[in-house]
């Protein structure tokens, strides 16, 4: 079984809470987001990943995308054609794990 969010209420609510817990930055980066630009991220994703509190990290939408993570490549395109993140954007791939 896939991981699945909590109801929207209840995965908004969560989301303002990392947010604030982190905040209101980048964990990678440091960029200053708000909180309806922020994205939270889930540090552990799949099946081992949670939705609690530990496991997910406030990031701004460039870092998300570049994460290493075959679940973000759904969200290439779209960064690209918004420009928010470079035709090269191969060699900026993170991750920490
Ligand atoms: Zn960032």
């Given at each position: 079984m896939p991981r699945r969010r909590p109801p929207p209420e209840i995965w908004e609510e969560r989301r303002r809470l990392v947010w604030e817990r982190d905040e209101g930055r980048c964990t990678h980066c440091g960029a200053p987001l708000t909180l309806e630009e922020c994205h939270c991220d889930h540090i552990r994703s799949g099946k081992l990943g949670t939705n609690e509190m530990v496991n997910l990290r406030t990031l701004c939408r460039r870092c998300h995308v570049l994460?290493?993570?075959?679940?973000?490549?759904?969200m290439i395109a779209a960064a690209l054609r918004d420009g928010i993140i470079p035709p090269d954007w191969r060699g900026l791939v993170w991750d920490d794990e």
């Open positions: 994460r290493a993570d075959i679940r973000h490549r759904g």
